[in-house]
Each structure stands twice: as C-alpha cells, then as structure tokens.
C-alpha cells in the first residue's frame, strides 16, 4: 500500500519586518514570500540569472547548497538568491529594503488635454410612468418594446436590448415607477440600467506595458482627461519580459490565471484610484479601451499566450475585441464594453498601433519613423503612402533587466551621467536625488549615457572592449569580469559598488545592434532611404539623451535624420483617442492589416546586418 508522504513545514522568519511565515519544505524562499504578498525584484522570472532576489539567510545550512549562478555572484556565508534557495529548515530571512518592489516605476502617466469626442456610447434618461400611462388601456406594446422605441427614438439609431442583465433589471419594478438612465452603445446596444438621472458618462483608457501599467479616466461630453494614474506591472515578478511571462503561463497549470488576475486587479486598483482623484463614482464609466503588446493583451482578454512563445509567433486574434467587463473582471457595470485594439503581428501590437493613431502618421507626406522604446523596441516607418513595422529585443538592456546593477526608473536611478576626460571621474544624476538617497543603480538613460561617455573619453574602444591601460576604477570583478566603478561601496544605498562591467557593455552592443538592424532592414524593405521625421515614445525612448543614443549607435549617426519629436505616452494617447472618438477606432482597425510587418528573424539579411551594427561607431564618425 502507498503511503503519501506529506511534506513538512518550517518557520521563516523575515528581517526587518519580523514576519514569521509557514514554509513548505522544497519551497524556495521567493516562492514563499510571493505567497504572502511579499514581492521581490526578480527581473529573470526566478532563473537565478540576474542576481537581483539577494537575501541573507542564517542558518545557512537549513537550505539547498548554492547553484553555480549563486557561487559565481557571492563569496560571502549567508547570501543568497531568493530565487534559488530552497527551505530545508527553520531560516531567518535579512531581505535589503532595496531589494523590494515597493519602489514603482515612474508612471506613465503623463498625458493631459482635451479631445475631439464622439463617442460609442451615450446615456438616455426615460420615464417609466409614461408607458403605464399609455398602457393603462389595451397596451399595444410590452414594456420591452416601448424601452426599446424610446431608446431608438433618443438615439437615432437601431438599439438592442440582448444583454441579460439588462432584461432583468428592466423587468424590476422599479423601472416602471419612474425614471431610470440607460446606456447604449452603438455595436452592443443597452449595455447598463440604472434607477434615477445620472447624466455623468466618463471612460477609461488602458496602456499595459511589459513594465508599467497607466490609466487615463476621460470625460465623454467634455473630451477631457480628468485624471491619471500609473503602476509597476505586478506580473513582473514572473520576468522582466514577455517571454519570461508566456512560459511561465505555459510552465504552471494555474499561469495563465495568476497572470491574468494580477493585470487585472492592478487596472481595477488604477481605475479605484482615478475614481478618488476626480470625485467619480464607478457607476459612470460606460466604456474602456486597451492597448498592449499582443502578450499584455491577450493575458488581460484571459487568452493563453502559448502561441506567442514559438513560431510562427502568431497571435489567437488579430483584430479588434470586444468584451464585457464581467467577462475581463473588471470592476465595473457587468455590461460595460472593453475594446481591445487590433495587434499587427505576434510582437507588433495595440501599444504600437496606439502611436501611430496618436500621431496619425498614416495622414502625412513626411517620412516618419516611430521608435517606441521599452520593454522591447517597436519601430514604424512610412506616410500616407504605407507604412512598415517591426519588433527588436532591445528592451531588458535598456530598462536594466540584464544589467549588473540595472534597475527601473525609480528612487535612486542614475538617469543621466557625464564623465570628466582629465581625471574620469564620474558625475551621476539620480531620480529622487537628496542627500539620504544615494543611488542604488542604472536604469536605462544613465545606461546610454555612461556608455556614450565611456566612448567619448576612449574607456571603450569601439569593439566594445574596456582599455586596460586607464587609471581610476577600472580592474577586475571579483569574479574576473572587467568593469568601471562608477559609484563606489561607500556612496551607494546598498553598500555595494555600482559598476559597468564588460558583459553589460556587450549587452548594450546586442540591444543597440538589434534596434539598428531594425530601422536598416525597414528601410531596406520599404525603399525609404531618407527620414525626414522620427518620433521617440515609450518608457525608455522619452528619456534617453537623443545625442549619447547617436554616440552608441542606438540612433545610426550615418543615417540623415530630420527633425526629432517626443511623445511622451504615444500608446496611451492612442487609446485615449481611441476611446474618445468611435471614428478613430475605425481608422486603426482599417489599417492594422495594411501595415506590413517585418519580422527579423526571418528576414534572410538580418543575422549579417545585426553582426555588422554591433560595434560601436567610431569616435569621428
């Protein structure tokens, strides 16, 4: 007879919270402070590759023996990758405040104005007592078809009445004894019912980002945006990028739903927040629209990402999807539509789309390349003519994923950095600079400009390697890695030194190298030799030093750019137009299929052009 055998459990105690928490044996230490809503950096997704999960555990013995990864990070007893560490005992758990995701990115957050409205939903107030003073003989019509007239009447238009929930509370007392407020929408006809007048009618536009997630709460009869809010994506805890987050959908027989439940409750804690801020009850939002990379956007929708992990990298749906809110969870009226925009191609999706509708770039004459740089790199160029798109893994180097002392751009970032060529010694600018708050690491605008400058002053040759022949905090890592200090141990928050090594060097050369391949092969494929225009959007775009990007490569100094624009939120302006205005809806979904979408790693030139861009050029050209 088969016994099972049941696991048995350990206290873990966690510094400087004084948490004590139940652990499985087996469990890692990660695992288990995730299962008590306590969340760490883990930029690899748990594969113990970026170093970033550092815990100090006594006693050390009370866990599994150190992987290779963990050997080659840490010399000292104790440290640890929370990632990696499995209980094997009773353990107390030091777990740095830096080391925490309690420190958001800088929101997206940014987007104001008004807005041309028309928009696919419209409120109508009706009087119940009408009908029965009109039926009070021989009714010839039911109360269903006279809501239904009086609506058709208000609207101008044919008006449904399918949902069920709509029905049921039409047929409650309630709605024959007075007025009620209904909310119809052009597709789905009466979405929502309400007792009394509410005239208000506001709706919610949506970026997920593979980082951050932003919402813009919008006026429907005004135009405008009322108020603003952003996160850190709370699914980064499975990865940095996308791919991290599909095969853990993939891996985990309940992936796909914690996914899932975190984006969604992270739009439903945002909306919360909006609602506060512009004194709103969740009772007026009558429509949400959503855009995303394909990934973000078919988690939201509740479809599995599965297909977006292996070629063909083909995504479940193309086109534009509409959904109820009680469909996605969202928390709002059950019938209240949530349209997601159109995507491209498995990497080329609602977000990039969102900018070109915001910039109407299909509209001009001009040559215009889009490069919406974040997670990953999203690049379109055209004019009224065509337009050309394509998607480039430039992302995790740029927002600090595959950085030794990479990080987001939050509290303690250094976001921009110059270095002197008489003594190289290094200025640093930090996010949140003040005297206590130290810096902590590099996000990706400081990435680029320390580079940038490294090549400037001839500490990186153009290969990529570090000289060997300079003075100053140029050496050796303890495990044999070159590197640069840039801040020393005893000036950092975290007491340890913030270098550039050579490895994050060379990932600077892949990202750079993949994103100029990118705009090479487009214009290649296009016949576009000459851009008259490019326009820099995205979480990392915005924020770069257009000039140390030209110094690195990022932006190809040989090639004749024209004038450079910046649009901070591009996607998020796309959806607020889009959710605004029923008639931009129509122009994307028009031309989401004409767009001709390049996909790099089947393009037969692309292995020679990306080796060729990986260099960095030289200082005279």
């Known amino acids: 007879m088969t016994q099972n055998k049941t696991k048995r459990r350990y206290r873990l105690t966690l510094l400087p919270m004084g948490i004590i928490l139940q652990a499985d044996e ?32 006594q006693p050390a013995a009370n866990l599994s023996p150190p992987m290779e990864s963990e050997i080659r990070l840490f010399e000292a007893n104790g440290t640890r990758l929370a990632c990696q560490a499995r209980i094997l005992g009773d353990i107390t758990v030091s777990m740095p405040a830096w080391g925490q995701e309690g420190d958001p990115v800088l929101p997206k957050s940014d987007v104001s104005g008004n807005f041309s409205v028309a928009p696919a939903v419209k409120r109508i107030s009706i009087d119940g007592t009408r009908y029965r003073a009109l039926s009070s003989g021989d009714p010839a019509e039911d109360f269903y078809d006279w809501i239904q007239r009086e609506a058709e009447s208000a609207c101008g238009r044919p008006v449904s009445i399918e949902d069920a929930e709509v029905q049921r509370r039409l047929s409650a007392p309630v709605a024959g004894k007075g007025q009620s407020t209904l909310v119809s929408h052009d597709l789905f006809g009466l979405t929502t019912v309400f007792e009394g007048v509410r005239s208000r009618s506001t709706g919610l536009a949506v970026d997920i980002g593979t980082t951050s997630i932003a919402v813009y709460l919008c006026d429907f009869h005004t135009g405008e945006i009322l108020a603003t809010a952003g996160m850190l994506n709370p699914q980064h805890r499975f990865g ?42 969740r009772k007026d939002v009558d429509e ?3 855009v995303g ?22 995504p479940f749906r193309r086109s534009a999807i509409n959904m109820r809110a009680a469909d996605v969870g969202c928390d709002l009226n059950p019938g209240t539509n949530v ?5 491209v191609s498995g990497f080329i999706g609602g977000d990039i789309l969102g900018g070109v509708l915001s910039d109407r770039t299909y509209e001009r004459d001009e040559t215009t390349l889009i490069m919406d740089i974040g997670t990953n790199g999203e690049l379109v160029l055209g004019n009224r003519s065509g337009l050309w798109a394509t998607s480039c893994a430039t992302g995790p180097a740029l927002e600090g994923a595959h950085i030794s002392c990479g990080m987001r751009a939050s509290n303690g970032a250094i976001y921009a950095a110059s270095i002197d060529p008489s003594d190289l010694c290094v200025t640093c600018h930090v996010f949140g600079e003040n005297e206590r708050n130290l810096a902590r690491g590099i996000c990706g605008s400081g990435l680029i400009d320390i580079v940038a400058a490294m090549l400037q002053t001839g500490i990186i040759l153009p290969s990529g390697a570090l000289r060997s022949d300079l003075p100053g905090g140029i050496g050796s890592a303890p495990d044999g890695t070159r590197r640069m200090v840039i801040v020393p141990a005893d000036k950092s928050v975290t007491g340890r030194e913030i270098s550039i090594t050579a490895r994050d060097i060379r ?12 705009i090479e092969l487009l214009k290649r494929r296009s016949g576009i030799m000459q851009i008259e225009r490019v326009v820099l959007t995205g979480a990392f775009g915005t924020s770069f030093n257009p000039e140390s990007a030209s110094i690195v490569g990022i932006l190809p100094r040989k090639t004749a750019f024209g004038r450079m624009e910046v649009i901070p939120n591009a996607a998020g302006l796309g959806a607020v137009r889009a959710l605004l205005n029923k008639n931009r809806r129509q122009e994307i979904e028009t031309l989401y299929h004409k767009i001709e979408a390049l996909e ?11 080796v060729e861009m990986i260099p960095f050029p030289e200082p005279s050209e």
């Open 293 to 314: 990379n394909p990934t973000m956007q078919q988690i939201f929708a509740g479809f599995h990402p599965h297909n977006l992990g292996a070629a063909p990298f083909t």
């Open 240 to 281: 940095e990028d996308v791919m991290s987050r599909i095969a853990y959908a993939s891996r985990e027989h309940d992936g796909l739903a914690q996914l899932n439940s975190l984006v969604v409750r992270g739009v439903n804690s945002l909306l919360g927040v909006c609602l506060e801020k512009a004194g709103i009850d």
């Open 600 to 610: 790099l790693a089947a393009d037969p030139d692309f292995s020679t052009t990306f």
């Open 507 to 518: 990932q600077v050369q892949l990202a750079k190298a993949a994103l100029a391949s990118g």
């Open 288 to 290: 949400i629209t959503v």
């Open 339 to 343: 349209y997601l925009f159109p995507v």
């Open 26 to 57: 087996g469990r890692t230490v990660m695992e288990v402070l995730a299962g008590s809503g306590i969340t760490m950096r883990s930029d690899c997704g748990g594969e113990g590759k970026c170093g970033k999960c550092i815990i100090s555990v």
